[in-house]
């Protein structure tokens, strides 16, 4: 690891303007469990760490007055599912509870997920699926961005050297009606190989009325599918499977391919079995 | 150079340190208890697990200043009469140390439920994993009572075991279970029969 100078600030303003004051080699510090591993490898080397560790408030879960689900950038995944989070919500306490291992848990924020912006991480890929927003504050005001346009690449955010990630916000519970999360992986403990979501919008007599596909984990950032409503799970399996890099002959990318049908399948057919829970 | 002050099993341990330093590293070199490991550094093994503010963590993957105040339980804090170092290791002090097995129940004077069903359903063999294993398995079963086999083995997904196939460490998790909900314990190889018949 290379040296680093520690600073530990009260609120996000001070943070912020910590982070405007030391550039570029300033990174924000959260639980650590990404950034650690790359310190520890060289791979990154800041020359301060920023630690979000004190600022109270931040690893907060509220529902705002129109039942939005402000999620604290701070939440831990041990926290998240602990949270007793209803309707579709809970979807996240599910996640959250099913993602690295127990300790991991206990440290890794959904923030640091986010910012880390992996594209086998499932924090990353459930927010672009239920089409949540990301609060943002900077040295420049607070800003609001949705996750799709968060993420721009494999490790790669659209936040400021000098901003931070303060919240998650889910939509409200009548957004969707059903929400579902597949993943697979070799070992309990991995990150995701692929994963999907499917969010789903019934209209008065049950019938869906919108469904979100998102696929996250073959491309670098999650990717929302054109998914008809009305199309049935294997006919949005074989559209998701299609748009995968469909010239690609290549082993790694035939077996992402059949991943994304087959959890695309199970997702879609899940959220239409599932009923309405908001 | 950041000034860090933790209670680690109940003391208080205080030092300069370079801002480098993992709690792993505190917890071993400055408060010098060894019985936390340092496995693979990269928080995959879980050979470093301790509770930080009641919470279990891979210690090689936090900053010592990460936590600094905290609240720190190692695997030495679990048994209270470890604490007292031994200086002098004679044949009496062994002789008064080991017990039959039979004789060693998870009472505060003895050892903690989970580390005496590790005794008892020879869950140990090289030892290097165990103390990660006994800290995520009493911070797990402390919220879950009631597991089955397979929510013990997900429950320790994040250690890794090299000798024993996890099969008596599963076997241990399941009768230390039973004993921190006041179940009777089950005695002799009653428990060898459980793991053939469910397989895992």
Redesign the interface.
Known sequence: ?R????L?PDTTEEAVALLREHGTGARV?AG??SL??AM?ERTVGPSH?V?L?GITGLARVTTEPDGALVVGAATTY?ALTRAALPGWHGVLSDVAGDL?????R??GTIGGALCAADPRFDVPALAVGVDAVLRISGAAGDRTLPAAEFLRGNGITAIGPDEILTAVVLPPLPAWDAVVFEKFRH???DAAIVSATCALRRACDGTPAAVRVTVAGATATPVVLDVDAAATAADAADLAAASFHPDATDEPTRYRRELVRTLVRRTVDRAHTQQGSA | MQKVCLTVNGREVSAEIDERTLLLEFVRDVAGLTGTHNGCLEARCGCCAIEVDGDVVKSCNVLAVQVDGAEVTTIEGLAPQRLAPVDHITTQSLAGMYRPLEAVRGTPEDLHPVQSAFHRCHAVQCGFCTPGMVMVLKDYLEENPEPTRDDVRRAIAGNLCRCTGYQHIVDAAMEAAAEMRGDPVPEGAAHAMTAAVDGG
């Not at chain 1, 040296?3 to 520690?6: C, D, Q, R």
Request: net charge positive; no cysteine; hydrophobic share 50%.
């Open positions: 690891m040296p680093f100078t520690w530990a510090i650590g469990q650690l591993l520890k760490l630690s560790g041990a690295a291992d127990r300790p991991v206990n440290r070992r309990v403990f």
